[in-house]
């Protein structure tokens, strides 16, 4: 394992576990990528690292399998890098420099220089190596070596390249607010595929990760390659296969209407895009993200706790005696960590106004927060509270006083969305506003928790007193200036955890997650649509990060009616919550809720750090089944949902994994042991029926 560099045929190869990752240089200085799979030597490689050549229209084909690529020559395919030179010039043509193998953090790095051959343009590309999880980040560093402005017009973090396939199938994720994650699946023919944001934020409607397959691998069997953008605001994934068969994935800050001017002497630096490879199918890719992400990303490694929030509760109708109230309902259940939602500060009487004035309601709380705050933990609770930075409402006092904070163009009327407008969180003094009333709250304060919401997007992107040929750099700046927000908050309050939430699931990438400790998903907490949502969200990110509520039923989404059993076992899937209102809950249902609750707790170890197997699909079987099995092997628990008994057929046997074969096992409520080697061979019977049933069983092995 590790990086590796071949003199002899110039070759550099990037090993892990169960994978190999090679690319040379050519004879005309280019980083030309030559395979990705399998294990295999640079020996073995060196023949594919040589020009292709078709026709004159077609002269360099090799360029198409560049491991970052240039705009210029004869290079038409999807640039890795597009820039214009202080002279109009926008050709680029860079080559080999030098590289340096070194490591960061306890990972092997390479460091590989390229240049212009005639504008001081330099461009880093950094590879840091997770060898245990068959993965890659990828990144780079664009140099300004000189002393006038080069403009970048577009900037990605990295090109991947796929080896040849009979087919390839993109598996992605598409949705929208109440209906995120969603998975999809399309054959690349030759052309594009884009996957992207033009939202300013990560957005519902798509999501910055890829796999890719020869259209054969299933859940447990198979090639894939795949990728996660860590950036939270505009991205773009362009998989395209040209009519060579070639196929290359480049991704990164999306270019559309965007530029960024880097001056003399300065850097850019891209988001990171990590890549990897798995012959174990989908849940083979899954695997190695969900633990990279427990490894590498996450800021904490702590459970994560049962929480309770009072938003359908009370809405914006919050005030001390009603929040006591119900905290004293979520203590008795078991609840750990009770959350205060939207309506606790400013004249936040409904969402038309006072967003922006972050000071506590005195009508509200006549005696302040810390009345609250004392109860909440005297019932043996953490307390945390829902705050909205980003957005302001036209009618508030801060935007009275500072109308001009807010993304706008002067000759445009600023549209309102959710009777919202935006913030321009880049310029000093609003990132100062937001720190300073943040600081205040949680110094001030015993807050172990803040749910952080963004309920907008990016419209009229002006930013006043930005010089105008640097307007488009917005859609980084308020990235960049949110992600200093949050590690300025992490250093002061390391003790205080962050929950990621835009509208739902719109913020949701390995980038806001080395910030944020969980995320909330979607909006829509019926119990029976959170199982596609999550199913889709696990393809990329782990159950811990996964917020999920138990709500009421009916649901006010759908209308459609579950048992308290199956509500609570669709959210135990994750990190569990309570969303409901207790004030209407009898002592028998707040009772049945604690023992749910005491169940969760027994098996969170397994939920939220152990490995995730998808064992059935709904669209495939009508049966949605997901184990969760520790490190070794002898503990596991199973949660299986059926949707609809049809035609009197029988449901599938439902066949485990990740157990010991040789090991007895006894699952709970069952009689007789049964073998590890039978329990994924042979599988179980679901004892489910009639429409949306479900089930949780315990399997632990004895010696």
Not at 241 to 247: D, L, M, R
Not at 577 to 593: A, F, T, V
Not at 608 to 615: A, D, E, P
């Amino acid at each position: 394992m590790g990086i590796q560099f071949d003199d002899k045929h110039r070759i550099f190869a990037i090993h892990t576990q169960a994978s190999s990752y090679l690319f040379g240089i050519n004879e005309k200085g280019r980083l030309q990528h030559l395979y990705w799979g399998d294990p295999v030597t640079a020996e073995d490689a060196a023949p594919l690292l040589r020009a292709r050549s078709h026709s004159s229209f077609d002269a360099e084909v090799d360029m198409e399998a560049e491991e970052y690529s240039f705009w210029g020559g004869v290079n038409y395919d999807e640039p890795s890098l597009k820039a214009r030179m202080h002279d109009g010039v926008r050709d680029l043509s860079a080559g080999y420099i030098r590289h340096e193998i070194g490591s960061r953090d306890g990972a092997e790095t390479l460091l590989i220089t390229m240049k212009d051959h005639v504008y001081p343009l330099e461009v880093q590309l950094s590879y840091r190596v997770i060898p245990e999880h068959d993965l890659i980040e990828r990144s780079a560093r664009i140099v300004n070596t000189g002393e006038q402005d080069i403009v970048l017009e577009s900037v990605q973090s990295s090109a991947w390249s796929m080896p040849d396939l009979e087919d390839y199938r993109l598996t992605h994720v598409t949705g929208k607010w109440s209906g995120e994650f969603q998975l999809r699946s399309t054959v690349l023919s030759e052309g594009k595929k884009v996957l992207e944001s033009r939202r300013g934020f990560t957005d519902s409607h798509a999501n910055p990760w890829f796999a890719l397959d020869d259209g054969r691998a299933t859940e447990t069997d198979g090639k894939v390659w795949f990728g996660a953008l860590a950036w939270s605001g505009n991205w773009k994934i362009t998989a395209e296969k040209t009519v060579f068969n070639h196929v290359r994935v480049t991704g990164g800050i999306n270019d559309f209407d965007s530029e960024w001017v880097l001056g003399g002497g300065e850097t850019f630096d891209t988001p990171v895009f990590v890549g990897g490879y798995t012959a174990g199918g989908f849940g083979g890719m899954s695997r190695k993200l969900h633990q990279y992400q427990y490894d590498y990303v996450l800021p904490g490694r702590e459970p994560r706790k049962v929480l309770y929030n009072s938003w359908e509760a009370t809405y914006f109708n919050v005030n001390a005696q009603d929040q006591m109230a119900l905290a004293e309902k979520a203590a008795r259940m078991g609840v750990e960590l009770f959350v205060v939602d939207d309506g606790w500060f400013g004249q936040r009487n409904h969402d038309r106004a006072g967003l922006g004035d972050w000071f506590v309601n005195k009508e509200k709380f006549p005696n302040g927060l810390g009345e609250l705050i004392d109860k909440v933990h005297e019932l043996g609770m953490e307390f945390g509270i829902w705050v909205e930075p980003e957005a302001v409402n036209p009618d508030s006092d801060l935007y009275r006083q500072h109308p001009d904070w807010v993304y706008h163009f002067e000759t445009r009327e600023r549209t309102e969305l959710r009777n919202q407008l935006l913030l321009n969180i880049s310029k000093p003094e609003v990132k100062q506003y937001i720190l300073h009333f943040m600081t205040e709250l949680l110094e001030n304060h015993r807050i172990k928790f803040i749910k952080w919401d963004m309920n907008r997007t990016v419209t009229e992107p002006g930013m006043k007193g930005h010089p105008l040929h640097r307007q488009k750099e917005l859609w980084i700046r308020h990235v960049q200036s949110l992600y200093e927000i949050w590690a300025e908050l992490r250093r002061k309050f390391p003790h205080v955890e962050f929950e990621t939430c835009a509208g739902g699931g719109a913020r949701i990438d390995l980038g806001i997650f080395r910030y944020a400790d969980q995320s909330w998903p979607s909006d829509n907490t019926d119990a029976f649509d959170r199982l596609s949502i999550q199913e889709g969200f696990s393809y990329t990110y782990a159950p811990r990060m996964m917020t999920c509520w138990v709500t009421e039923s009916p649901t006010g989404m759908n209308k459609r009616s579950v048992s308290l059993e199956y509500r609570f076992h669709s959210a135990m899937m994750g990190t569990l919550g309570i969303g409901s209102n207790l004030n209407e809950w009898s002592d028998e249902l707040i009772e049945q809720s604690g023992e749910f609750i005491r169940q969760y707790k027994e098996i969170r170890p397994l939920v939220q750090f152990g490995r995730q197997y998808r064992l059935a699909s709904l669209k495939h079987l009508g049966v949605t089944s997901v184990q969760y099995v520790n490190e070794d092997g002898t503990d596991s628990v199973v949660f299986a949902f059926l949707h609809s008994q049809h035609l009197g057929e029988p449901l599938p046997r439902l066949r485990l994994q990740g157990l010991q074969a040789d090991r007895d096992y006894v699952i709970d409520g069952l009689p007789e042991k049964r073998s590890g080697r039978a329990l994924m061979n042979i599988g179980i019977e679901l004892p489910l029926r009639g429409d949306f049933d479900s089930l949780v069983y315990r399997i632990t092995s004895q010696e």
